[in-house]
């Protein structure tokens, strides 16, 4: 039997909103299997948008919840339930306005955090009885009980001195004899940036079609005037049965033994003459021989005041 009453899966669920108070506008949803960009310890509002697929109107419960770290086995209550009655064939978002909403913060400098939602009812079908958050799958079309939302932090106070950052990773595991490659980079966005006229230009285009609020510095055509800088960025591992070694000026090599969860620590810091609005683009890449797949994951972080 079809699911009636859902909210959409995955962990980056369009059916989980986040306003921000401060810019009076919702946050933008990141790309499947990514992180939303938040301003660290920032207060947002959550709501969850639930459909209704039956023919006539449908009670639902909605219990709110954040798992730091993205483990869910420690998800903690955000000590807040929604419910509504959703029309026949129909979405209503619960609450209503982001003025009643649950409050969450955005995670520590660097942190990973995941804004959780589930639905109960009990209208038929496949029903979501029980008050347990269950996972979320990874396909964001599949109607769930439960959606996800990941969250990362993208900001760090203007520093005086060295400020070490850190951004931890999983890894795919490989095999002994081919080792997985790392590497790591990352660009300097400086404040005044902002104001040149290839950038002013290229915003104005982003709003005229109705992409307002789109970072500049993630479009290809001004990749060539952002440029490089040294954060010191390095990688290290703090579990049993794995290794990484340099490999000159290829990067890194990450070693595990068989059955051994690669966690690893990219480590790096931000130079004190950073100013309020300077951007650091983090880059980080993983090569995996044995299928030749190659992984990025992508970091902002705002400086502020």
């Not at 962990?11 to 108070?21: C, E, N, R, T, V």
């Not at 649950?102 to 400098?109: Q, V």
């Not at 609005?277 to 021989?289: F, I, N, Q």
């Amino acid at each position: 039997m079809a699911r009636n009453v859902f909210v959409y899966g995955g962990y980056q669920s369009a059916d989980i909103l986040l306003w921000d108070p401060f810019t009076s506008s919702y946050v933008r949803l990141a790309s499947p299997n990514s992180a939303s960009q938040l301003v660290a310890q920032r207060q947002y509002s959550v709501q969850a948008r639930v459909h209704n697929t039956l023919a006539k109107s449908a009670s639902v419960i909605v219990d709110y919840y954040e798992a730091p770290g993205g483990f869910g086995s420690i998800t903690t209550s955000l000590s807040a339930t929604g419910s509504g009655v959703i029309p026949a064939n129909s979405s209503i978002l619960i609450p209503a306005a982001p003025g009643g909403a649950p409050f969450f913060y955005g995670p520590y400098l660097t942190g990973h955090k995941c804004v959780v939602v589930h639905i109960r009812c009990n209208i038929g079908g496949e029903d979501c009885l029980t008050s347990t958050v269950t996972d979320p799958g990874s396909d964001p079309l599949l109607p769930q009980c439960t959606a996800w939302r990941n969250c990362e932090s993208v900001s760090v106070n203007a520093p005086r001195k060295l400020e070490p950052f850190n951004i931890n990773l999983t890894a795919f595991g490989s095999a002994p004899q081919k080792p997985t490659l790392l590497r790591a980079s990352a660009v300097y966005v400086p404040r005044k940036w902002f104001d040149t006229p290839e950038v002013l230009r290229a915003t104005e285009i982003l709003a005229q079609s109705g992409e307002t609020g789109y970072p500049p510095f993630l479009l290809k055509s001004l990749a060539g005037t952002l440029k490089p800088v040294d954060l010191g960025l390095h990688y290290e591992a703090f579990c049993h049965g794995v290794k990484i070694s340099e490999a000159k000026e290829q990067g890194w090599r990450l070693h595990t033994e068989h059955g051994a969860v690669p966690d690893v620590v990219l480590e790096g810091n931000i130079p004190p003459s950073s100013e309020p609005g300077d951007v650091y683009l983090v880059k980080a890449c993983a090569t995996y021989p044995a299928s030749k797949l190659e992984v990025e994951f992508l970091q902002v972080m705002w400086v502020i005041e």
